[in-house]
T-cell receptor
Framework: TAGITQAPTSQILAAGRSMTLRCTQDMRHNAMYWYRQDLGLGLRLIHYSNTAGTTGKGEVPDGYSVSRANTDDFPLTLASAVPSQTSVYFC?????????FGPGTRLTVL | GDSVTQMEGPVTLSEEAFLTINCTYTATGYPSLFWYVQYPGEGLQLLLKATKADDKGSNKGFEATYRKETTSFHLEKGSVQVSDSAVYFCALSESNKLIFGTGTLLAVQP
């Protein structure tokens, strides 16, 4: 079982460009999440989705958008990247109260 | 709002030493509490959890007890191994979302 997959593994992006980080789960979990991980700040929630067709804002949503067209996929889009969005991005899904994490995408915005 | 505070690292120990990583929380309700572990280059994995006061979570020799009176969930292990080297995150659940501490890096030397 793959669990949660994320793509790409890493990316270098020019400031001002757009990018979509992909996340797919095969566990049929209703809830999915996007976090960013920065040194000294832990993981901070960007956006979440409790079920297909619904999304919500987390702690740091500005500059990011998400969609949840189906249960399995939860892409994260940066419309116009800025250097402060350099981070490691983790997607997660949950069953009851346990969250399962993907391997992460390392994004560098120059 | 709810929050989690955990001891700053890095924590450096010799193999077979006793480990304690402190975690305290602030919450208006009665959240579930978690410890997640992140090995180098990987996503987070659930290590253990406790869902109510006085519950003890345990896994792989690690333990943590949900202490409502001290609002704490300290992680302990009696004898660490080099393979335990990782970043450890304390977290609480709030409305189906997780709030993380900033993480504690543990380095175990042979």
């Amino acid at each position: 079982t793959a669990g949660i997959t994320q793509a790409p593994t890493s990316q270098i992006l020019a400031a001002g460009r757009s990018m979509t980080l992909r996340c797919t789960q095969d566990m049929r979990h209703n809830a999915m999440y996007w976090y960013r991980q920065d040194l000294g700040l832990g993981l901070r929630l960007i956006h979440y989705s409790n079920t297909a067709g619904t999304t919500g804002k987390g702690e740091v949503p500005d500059g990011y958008s998400v969609s949840r067209a189906n249960t399995d996929d939860f892409p994260l889009t940066l419309a116009s990247a800025v250097p402060s969005q350099t981070s490691v991005y983790f997607c997660a899904s949950s069953c009851v109260d346990e969250q399962f994490f993907g391997p992460g995408t390392r994004l560098t915005v120059l | 709002g709810d929050s989690v505070t955990q001891m700053e690292g890095p924590v450096t120990l010799s193999e077979e030493a006793f480990l304690t990583i402190n975690c305290t929380y602030t919450a208006t309700g009665y959240p579930s509490l978690f410890w997640y572990v992140q090995y180098p280059g990987e996503g987070l994995q659930l290590l253990l959890k406790a869902t109510k006061a006085d519950d003890k979570g345990s896994n792989k020799g690690f333990e943590a007890t949900y202490r409502k009176e001290t609002t704490s969930f300290h992680l302990e292990k009696g004898s660490v191994q080099v393979s335990d080297s990782a970043v450890y995150f304390c977290a609480l659940s709030e409305s189906n979302k997780l709030i993380f501490g900033t993480g504690t890096l543990l380095a175990v030397q042979p």
